[in-house]
């Protein structure tokens, strides 16, 4: 109980951040995250690539692990729904340039617990295939204005996938669930508001649920939903709970109802860590799953008739 989740799951922590600057170039690769921030150019549809170009220019870069590429959509002149596609394409083109790369952030510069990211994702499927090697991907966007075109894709290697937005849609919800990521040991998913249909969102994680879609996964979280006790009742009966070590509901609408689910699932106590901060969770019930022989994170739970009730609830994502 002793190791953080940092350390039982491949994650951009793994590496040490560093911003790049040119003029001091590129030192240490194997333990530095590299990030590169890329911002369009005026009001031209054209966003600025130099700093990517930079650092593909240094003599180091065939030996970076990891790299993070920050979009900046603040004063964007409309071109939110461009520039993702854009840095995605220069990725692919620069695949031979970046051999060793394994941890791959590509997205919204900005992270913030309460704002919708509205820089538009483009199809993920060119990034898996430029890099058979990868084994981290973190997207950080929307995800409902164009398809995500992975729908069976298979990667090999990849270990780590996060999707954080808020707003996914059916047909992207679907597209990920039905990857075939072989090695996939954490999963994140935001899911957000464009969900409605309990019913679709049950049979696509069913696959996930019952270690079809992915065999080895150890952490999943189902993050920002507004369905969180559906979530919580369906993960309690399903063979995943018995080879998870972090399970993650947090930033949702979790009531003491799929609180208690959880609590009267003797495989909770097997996991690291339950993470069902922030959401709607009673102090009582709190009290309680902190007995719990595990590590759980409970912290800012608001009351139900604060955050909405009945079929308004809302995830903490939309307040």
């Known amino acids: 109980?002793?190791?953080?989740?940092?350390?039982?799951?491949?994650?951009?922590?793994?590496?040490?951040?560093?911003?790049?600057?040119p003029q001091v170039g590129i030192s240490n690769p194997e333990n530095h995250a590299y990030a590169i921030q890329l911002q369009p150019e005026n009001r031209s549809?054209?966003?600025?690539?130099?700093?990517?170009?930079?650092?593909?220019?240094?003599?180091?870069?065939?030996?970076?692990q990891a790299l993070i590429c920050q979009i900046e959509y603040e004063n964007y002149w409309n071109n939110n729904n461009i520039c993702f596609g854009i840095v995605l394409e220069a990725l692919c083109d620069?695949?031979?340039?970046?051999?060793?790369?394994?941890?791959?952030?590509?997205g919204d510069a900005e992270q913030h617990e309460y704002r919708k990211s509205k820089l538009a994702t483009f199809d993920i499927r060119p990034i898996l295939e430029a890099f058979p090697n990868l084994q981290l991907l973190k997207v950080r966007g929307q995800f409902y204005e164009y398809l995500l075109e992975c729908e069976t894709l298979i990667h090999k290697n990849l270990?780590?996938?996060?999707?954080?937005?808020?707003?996914?849609?059916?047909r992207n919800f679907s597209q990920i669930c039905a990857l075939e990521l072989p090695?996939?040991?954490?999963?994140?998913?935001?899911?957000?508001?464009?969900?409605?249909?309990?019913?679709f969102i049950i049979d696509n994680l069913i696959p996930i649920f019952f270690g079809e879609s992915f065999p080895n996964l150890a952490y999943l979280g189902l993050r920002s939903s507004e369905f969180s006790d559906l979530l919580a009742e369906n993960i309690v009966r399903s063979p995943i709970i018995e080879h998870l070590l972090v399970l993650d509901l947090s930033m949702g609408n979790l009531s003491d109802y799929g609180a208690n689910a959880l609590l009267n699932c003797p495989a909770i106590n097997q996991?690291?860590?339950?993470?069902?901060?922030?959401?709607?969770?009673?102090?009582?019930?709190?009290?309680?799953?902190?007995q719990l022989n595990c590590?759980?994170?409970a912290d800012k739970q608001e009351d139900e008739m604060e955050r909405g009730c009945g079929g308004s609830r809302y995830s903490a994502l939309h307040e």
């Open 1 to 21: 109980m002793s190791e953080s989740i940092s350390q039982l799951f491949l994650n951009l922590e793994n590496w040490k951040f560093q911003q790049f600057n």
């Open 45 to 64: 549809k054209n966003i600025n690539l130099e700093s990517f170009y930079n650092l593909l220019e240094d003599p180091q870069s065939s030996k970076i």
């Open 94 to 106: 620069a695949y031979e340039k970046l051999p060793n790369l394994q941890a791959l952030f590509i």
């Open 159 to 170: 270990k780590t996938l996060i999707i954080e937005t808020a707003d996914i849609d059916d």
């Open 183 to 199: 090695n996939l040991e954490c999963l994140e998913l935001w899911l957000g508001r464009q969900l409605r249909n309990e019913t």
């Open 271 to 290: 996991l690291h860590t339950l993470n069902i901060s922030n959401n709607c969770v009673s102090e009582g019930m709190v009290q309680r799953l902190l």
């Open 295 to 297: 590590q759980v994170i």
